[in-house]
Nanobody
Framework: QVQLVESGGGLVQAGGSLRLSCTAS????????MGWFRQAPGKEREFVGS????????NYAESVKGRFTISRDNAKNTLYLQMNSLKPEDTAIYYC????????????WGQGTQVTVSS
């Protein structure tokens, strides 16, 4: 059974940094594009960024460009999200997801980790 487990969330002041991790099990990790999404209270889940299978290509939402960096370590089956210059509007539950590169929808999701940015 495929599992994605996020960690690293927490409470941070505006301007601070956090690094989220997402570790996959029972998944051929390097066959999948990995993505980060977030959902704030009362809002739809939104795309944060993604990274392809061999880490050669990344995409980011405009709202996080220049502040967030996605990376992966295929040897460790782990995805990362380095978040710098955090803003209160970054407060959300952050989810990682996995999808085949030739398919538009994400097949697998983690349970989420809470990020709270205080002003």
């Amino acid at each position: 059974q495929v599992q994605l487990v996020e960690s690293g969330g927490g409470l941070v002041q505006a301007g601070g940094s956090l690094r989220l991790s997402c570790t996959a099990s029972e998944l051929t990790f390097n066959d999948y594009t990995m993505g980060w999404f977030r959902q704030a209270p009362g809002k739809e889940r939104e795309f944060v960024g993604s990274i392809n299978e061999n880490a050669e290509s990344t995409n980011y939402a405009e709202s996080v460009k220049g502040r967030f960096t996605i990376s992966r370590d295929n040897a460790k089956n782990t995805l990362y999200l380095q978040m710098n210059s955090l803003k209160p509007e970054d407060t959300a539950i952050y989810y990682c997801g996995a999808k085949r590169s030739d398919i538009s929808t994400y097949d697998y999701w983690g349970q989420g980790t809470q990020v709270t940015v205080s002003s």
